[in-house]
């Protein structure tokens, strides 16, 4: 079964940058769109960024604009999250998701049907 492949999660300070990676399949990476979300114990998993990577749309949740950059390599079909600025509530494993059902809301969760394994994330001094 295809699925994303997430890499680039570790821990860092308040403040520094970090970059996560997701690898897909062309057929995956050839659907409508993907997008970065994140999870932390006992809450539900939080859209935080979209790119529609035939069209290069992104969209950001509020608490990461400003902060958080996503962007795709064609040639790779690789879809990235730059974060800067990093703060612990950052703190999560970060899931990329893709094949997004048209017309479903992008930071829906269960708008996708496919789903990486996910890759740790934390912010702290």
């Known amino acids: 079964q295809e699925q994303p492949v997430e890499s680039g999660g570790t821990s860092v300070r308040p403040g520094e940058s970090l970059r996560l990676s997701c690898a897909v399949s062309?057929?995956?990476?050839?659907?409508?769109?993907m997008a970065w979300f994140r999870q932390v114990p006992g809450k539900d998993r939080e859209g935080v960024a979209m790119?529609?990577?035939?069209?290069?749309?992104?969209s950001y949740a509020d608490s990461v604009k400003g902060r958080f950059t996503v962007s795709q390599d064609n040639a790779k079909n690789t879809v990235y999250l730059q974060m800067s600025g990093l703060k612990p509530e950052d703190t999560g494993t970060y899931y990329c998701?893709?094949?997004?059902?048209?017309?479903?809301?992008?930071?829906?969760?269960?708008?996708?049907?496919?789903w990486g394994q996910g890759t740790q994330v934390t912010v702290s001094s």
């Open positions: 998701a893709a094949d997004k059902r048209a017309g479903d809301t992008w930071f829906h969760s269960s708008a996708y049907n496919s």
């Open positions: 062309e057929r995956l990476y050839s659907t409508t769109c």
């Open positions: 790119i529609c990577t035939r069209a290069g749309v992104t």
